[in-house]
């Protein structure tokens, strides 16, 4: 996360979740300064839960399935520094040489909103028609006049509305009557179509008058249900207006609301402006961001986030879970992650294996930009790599027919041998987040047979050994509606 952003808000509420939502709200400000670790994003996870079709192959993020819950990992001490790396193998005496590594991130957690740095914000908000349905205009008052409760006299808000133009309703000001500005809100009515550049470009405008306080951050929050229908419509184009504020330091962030986003510029958008993607589908949805908003999204701690993997020549990667990388001869990884705010936790796994027994270590190396401390900071870290004396064992790089490589025994054998509680766990989320991936492949193909043949193995293995663990069976409910779904469709697809 980072000093500065611009967060585009866009919420996916579905036409069941009233209660659901309305009960969140309420839960949220009881719960407003109560301490959680986040992921890093919930964008993949809210769309495919709140999904009843089977999405597109590109809309599903297997990282954002790996961090979207808390991970038990421990956090910055007093005297360390703000990011915490903490390795860990899933086994420590491996049976057979093949093993996983954890690569974990936290940051440390804010105690109150006093420790949120001031926030010069916009509410961009999306007041088109089709903002009408399902009621989730009101729905979005309902939770932006939550958000504006809980701002302080130091804050700069403005708000503006858009549907087939854009219009400032609160100038960038001081909060000083949140009456004023809760009547503002709820004057908002539905119109027009879609001019997401016009809204945009004017909630930048209105952050850019106060961009010279620097100690503020300054963002954007954009809420929009739909396509972009009027005015500026190429998404490349609004990427493109966008930039030249991104780059004086006011920064994005994307979440969507409702089936209809444009959600492949909302991501563009979001990368480009150095932040995070997201929707909110239900009451989960909703506590996490709106808590996070609050409590992490706008205490940055480190910006401009690189992580480089050296591994020793003998060591032979076979797969590197999540995450785009650069890979050089197969022996150094670079990463490039995003931004990080307090309260946060992400992992990355890294599975491989040793050909002969040495005495060198992977050493992991993040640089960041530390907010707090204005500096560049490097740390180094080290791991030594656990041998099994079974060498006459053959291990290579899985070959197997991939539309199958998620079988039972064969996943059930991979997991178990996982000692790590907080490896294993995250390792089979990992894998349940493959098969959505490969299914949702398979299923744009026709490979409907092969769809069902892949799920069956997860299923059956996650029911039977973490019916109890919520994490797992969020996943396990989107893989098991996924499967629904083809089941319902009836005959085969396949060739």
């Known amino acids: 996360m980072k000093n500065n952003f611009v967060s585009i808000l866009g919420i996916y509420f579905l036409k069941n979740y009233t209660t659901i939502f309305y009960t969140s709200i309420i839960y949220l400000c009881m719960m ?14 809210g769309r495919t839960r709140n999904n009843p079709s089977i999405p597109k192959p590109s809309e599903v993020v297997v990282e954002e399935f790996m961090n979207y819950h808390l991970h038990n990992l421990p956090l910055p001490e007093k005297n360390e520094e703000n990011v915490k790396i903490d390795l860990r193998w899933g086994n420590e005496k491996p049976k057979e040489n093949k093993n996983i590594l954890q690569i974990g991130f936290t940051t440390a957690k804010k105690n109150s909103n006093d420790d949120i740095m001031p926030m010069n914000i916009c509410l961009v908000i999306d007041n088109s028609g089709s903002m009408a349905e399902f009621n989730k205009l009101e729905r979005v008052k309902t939770a932006l006049k939550t958000f504006v409760k809980q701002l302080r006299p130091t804050d700069v808000l403005s708000i503006v509305k858009f549907s087939s133009d854009a219009q400032t309703i609160i100038p960038a000001q001081r909060v000083e009557t949140i009456d004023f500005i809760l009547q503002k809100i709820s004057e908002i009515r539905t119109e027009g179509g879609t001019n997401i550049n016009a809204g945009l470009m004017l909630g930048f405008k209105e952050v850019e008058k106060r961009i010279n306080m620097k100690e503020y951050a300054h963002r954007v929050i954009l809420l929009t249900d739909g396509i972009a229908s009027a005015g500026i419509t190429n998404p490349n184009q609004i990427i493109e207006n966008s930039k030249t504020y991104i780059d004086k330091g006011i920064y994005l962030s994307t979440m969507g609301v409702g089936s209809n986003v444009q959600q492949e510029m909302l991501t563009n958008l979001a990368k480009k402006g150095k932040g995070q993607s997201h929707f909110l589908g239900d009451e989960e949805d909703v506590e996490k961001v709106f808590m996070t908003e609050l409590q992490s999204l706008f205490s940055p701690v480190a910006e401009n986030v690189k992580v480089e993997i050296e591994l020793p020549q003998k060591f032979m990667m076979t797969e590197f879970y999540g995450y785009e990388h650069k890979q050089k001869a197969n022996q150094t990884i670079r990463i490039n992650i995003d931004n990080m705010n307090n309260g946060l936790t ?13 005495r060198e270590n992977i050493v992991v190396n993040i640089s960041y930009y530390d907010v707090k401390k204005k500096k560049n900071i490097t740390q180094t870290h080290k791991i030594k790599i656990p041998f099994s004396k079974n060498e006459e064992k053959e291990l290579i790089q899985d070959t197997a027919n991939q539309d199958y490589f998620e079988g039972y025994d064969r996943f059930k054998s991979q997991s178990f041998e996982i000692k790590d509680k907080e490896v294993r766990k995250n390792y089979v989320i990992t894998k349940l987040a493959n098969a959505i991936k490969r299914t949702t492949e398979l299923t744009a193909n ?10 069956e193995g997860n299923l059956h293995l996650a029911n039977e050994y973490y019916g109890r663990d919520a994490d797992v069976m969020r996943v396990v409910k989107i893989l098991k509606g996924y499967q629904d779904v083809l089941l319902a469709r009836g005959g085969s697809s396949d060739d």
């Open 446 to 455: 026709g490979q409907k047979q092969k769809a069902l043949k892949l799920n």
């Open 32 to 45: 407003m300064n109560v301490y959680a670790q986040a992921g890093h994003s919930s964008g993949s996870m």
């Open 346 to 358: 992400q992992i990355m796994l890294l599975e491989g294996y040793l050909t002969e027994k040495i």
